[in-house]
């Protein structure tokens, strides 16, 4: 079985990699060298918060994109061009070893990739501040935090990906990310409401992953001490929430007709 | 042991906006396919050969009816392991080279390590494909991933082949090696199962053939059983001035050149046609019974609504 899954994510992270996915490190590498260039003219204090802002902000985004636009096609993209076929059909591959497989090589890939980014931008950080002190072992935290991003929105967009065309995947993945990052707002608004509404609403905004509290880029900036009890519970919840998204990508994958 | 036992396995599809219509793919079909021999699977496009293979390999998910492959049920994963398949107008990761994808099938269906590079070595070899070994599979052509598609269902030397349409797309050459490694495979004693429509590649190739129509079984049998059953006929070479007059009459259907008669006709008609032939005086050149074709079998059957078992 585990020969099979990392061969399977190991094709997956390999696709990633030979179609050029990884270019987008050159976009961020210039992003972040000209960020640090122009904001090494400003004032020092305020050149910093800009720069990790942006910086995070940045390995943030471009993983995103990254996860839906690859998470989508993860198995429509195999089913219509039937590669898939002669995976599933004449090996012994269960469709929650395709399924978990495909998930971890995106995963890799998307870890490799803010890695290789997460040097660039502390490389900035401190041509920047012209030192890194343990302060700054907050600045992991937050690019963990990303990471675990990286993992919910990929399992959202895999699971659109088992029964939806790419072009409605994107948009759902687009919009539950949008919508999740308003969800500490939601709760705030359901608690708000009164009677059956409240309940409707409290119920929808705890169904919707909560990528706002996945994003701490402003309290480190701000040196803002992060929680360790923080750390925890987001863990906790990206696993548990990832679990149940898989869980119901294999559940409708395991009857689908592949005609 | 068979190698393939189908009992009255039959899909149907929910079609319509609302999905309320049914449309069956394949009627219910009982079949055997026995270990060693190679088996056709004959029909025209639409006949229910691809869907057999789905349901078979697990692709589709039947509505009835059962079906062992190797003795085992065809929910049974591990059975996967002794089972090769090319699909049809065959796609790969074509971000992988022809090496790289090979190990990666050999991997996923559980060569050992230590074997691997040498089986995927042989099964590039045994398809031509050594020298194409490090070139990415974009850049090959259609032909070429056929003999990819034909090395990575034997890569893990399995005991039963599956084959859609493996003769499609090839030219005269491709089609020839295709039918020569299919020769090959069942000498070394392998279950070879394969779909097609090009029906000179099956009756130069089977043991037994299947013909389905419309999602229905309408014969299966040895090829020379069912050819048995189609001829009858007898051509007849003849000359003399009446000779064309005398087969006329008894219905045959003549062709003439110059003074020579080819007629063919039905096998009881010909004491009737030879005596015609001596009362007129005729010149008798050749009596030879018409050999029918799989071709003749299959459009007298796909015409049929009921199966017909013969010798199965």
Known sequence: ?259 | MSAIEINGLEKSYKTGFFRNKLKQGLKPLTLSVEDGEVFGCLGPNGAGKTTTLRLLLGLVFPSGGSAKILGRDIGDIEVKRFIGFLPEQPYFYDHLTALELLDYYARLSGVDPRERRHKVDKALARVGMTDSANTQLRKFSKGMLQRVGIAQAIVHDPKLVLLDEPMSGLDPIGRREVRDLVQELNEEGKTVFFSTHILSDAETLCDRVAVLNKGELKGVGVVADLLHDVTGDVEVVCSGPQALLSLSALGARCHVTGDVVRAVLPERSLDAALDALRKNQARLTSVTPVRATLEDYFLARIGEAAPNEVNA
């Open chain 1, 1 to 259: 079985m585990i020969g099979r899954l990392s061969a399977i994510a190991y094709n997956t992270y390999r696709e990633a990699v030979r179609d050029r996915v990884l270019y987008n490190l050159i976009l961020f590498a210039l992003l972040i060298v000209g960020a640090s260039v122009l904001f090494g003219q400003i004032s020092l204090d305020i050149n910093r918060i800009v720069l990790i802002n942006l910086g995070l902000t940045a390995i943030s985004m471009f993983g995103i994109v990254i996860a839906i636009f690859i998470g989508i096609g993860l198995v429509s993209k195999e089913i219509e061009k039937r590669t898939l076929y002669t995976v599933l059909a004449a090996r012994p591959v269960r469709r929650w070893e395709f399924i978990a497989g495909k998930f971890l090589g995106l995963v890799m890939t998307l870890t490799v990739n803010a890695l290789l980014m997460s040097v660039g931008f502390f490389a900035a950080v401190l041509y920047v501040s012209h030192r890194l002190g343990l302060g700054d072992l907050q600045l992991l935290t937050a690019i963990y935090f990303i990471l675990l991003e990286f993992i919910l929105i990929t399992a959202l967009a895999l699971l659109f990906s088992t029964f939806s065309t790419p072009i409605f995947s994107s948009i759902f993945a687009f919009a539950i990310f949008a919508v999740g990052t308003f969800a500490e707002d939601l709760r705030g608004f359901a608690r708000m409401a009164d009677g059956l509404t409240r309940w409707v609403m409290t119920g929808a905004a705890y169904l919707v992953p909560n990528f706002a509290a996945l994003n701490v880029i402003s309290q480190v900036a701000h040196d803002v001490k992060i929680e360790p009890r923080l750390i925890l519970l987001n863990t906790l919840y990206v696993f548990v929430y990832t679990g149940a998204v898989l869980t119901a990508s294999v559940w409708i994958f395991e009857r689908r007709n592949l005609k």
